[in-house]
């Protein structure tokens, strides 16, 4: 049956669907468009490498690991690919995905200075957007991305991780950050690029922090 729907021109969603056979998997690369599997919560290393030739976006929000070896195999996908059940990263996945072509949308709740290191090469938007802390290092890591980069799950920042992502120059959405001290305002104002800090600009700003955004 799916390599009948192979065939089907547009997005096509299969969330129903909890596993693939190889079969399937050789089915559904052959598509063309969107496709939507985020019922299925496992893929070896072999059917990701088959599907990701697949072109267009892919929707793998069931999958809860990533191997490096999977990794790689997404990172020669084009298109969107989202797995938003990816709740940790190694170094090396990190890595490895990070040449993929097109935006990434990743479930990781925390990540390593490696890990964002690696990640940060990616030249695409990323979307982090279940990390709630950050480490200083690891936002120096991820200030040096150079594609939109998204960390809405963050609620406040630290001076220092604050000072840390005031190092980038791009694109960067805060929109879950309401709170902020005024030093820490401070080291982020010196960010260049886009800034959404949407929910902060719903709480009242000191003089202080209203005085370093105007800057």
């Known amino acids: 049956a799916t390599a009948s729907l192979s065939a089907h021109e547009g997005a096509l969603s299969l969330d129903d669907l909890q596993q693939l056979s190889d079969s399937n998997v050789d089915g559904l690369s052959k598509h063309v468009g969107p496709l939507s599997l985020n019922g299925v919560t496992s893929l070896s290393d072999n059917q990701i490498d088959r599907l990701s030739s697949h072109a267009g976006n892919l929707y793998l929000n069931g999958l809860t690991e990533l191997t490096p070896t999977a990794a790689a195999s997404l990172g020669n996908h084009k298109g969107v690919i989202t797995l938003a059940g990816i709740t940790s990263i190694s170094a090396e996945a990190a890595l490895n995905i990070s040449s993929h072509d097109g935006d990434i949308f990743v479930g990781v709740t925390s990540i390593s200075v490696a890990a964002a290191e690696n990640l ?96």
């Open 120 to 215: 940060a090469s990616h030249k695409h938007s990323l979307f982090l957007p279940e990390i709630e802390y950050l480490r200083a290092e690891t936002a120096e890591a991820l200030a040096l991305h150079e594609g939109q980069l998204f960390l809405d799950g963050i609620k406040s920042l630290s001076e220092s991780a604050a000072a840390g992502l005031g190092l980038r120059n791009g694109y960067l959405s805060l929109a879950g950050l309401d709170e902020l001290t005024d030093e820490a305002m401070k080291h982020l104002s010196n960010h260049r690029g886009f800034l959404d800090l949407s929910d902060l600009n719903r709480s009242p700003l000191s003089l202080e922090s209203a005085a370093a955004l105007s800057t």
